[in-house]
């Protein structure tokens, strides 16, 4: 139970900080602008949360390493894995990089982790 807590915690402290932020640095992050791909709300929304959800599950993985090291370990192996594809996503928001260049440079697995990711 401790590990939700300790999840949902940070993920929903970080994403209400993100919203709070938004309307003070919205021209960092490009949520003035309503039209375009992936904008179909009706007024400007951070499009940064996905960083508390990812911050969550990096604190409950740090909660299951405490407890449980080699499963813990294998959880952010795991987290590591897709961290090059949250990093592409995350740049996508930033107006200066396009959406090609953001999905071009995420490889499926990194290669300096281990054979636990699929490199299909």
Do not use: Y
């Amino acid at each position: 139970m401790l590990i939700l807590l300790v999840a949902f915690g940070v993920s929903l402290g970080l994403t209400l900080f993100a919203v709070a932020l938004a309307q003070r640095h919205a021209h960092l992050f490009n949520d003035h602008d309503l039209s375009g791909p992936q904008k179909f709300h009706a007024r400007p929304v951070p499009r940064v949360g996905g960083v508390g959800i990812v911050a969550g599950a990096v604190a409950g993985m740090l909660v299951v390493l405490v407890h449980d090291r080699p499963i813990g370990l294998q959880g952010l192996v795991l987290l590591a894995c897709g961290a090059p594809t949250f990093i592409a996503g995350l740049s996508e928001d930033i107006p200066s990089v396009s959406a090609r260049v953001a999905v071009s440079s995420s490889p499926r697995c990194p290669p300096h982790l281990p054979s636990g990711c699929s490199r299909r």
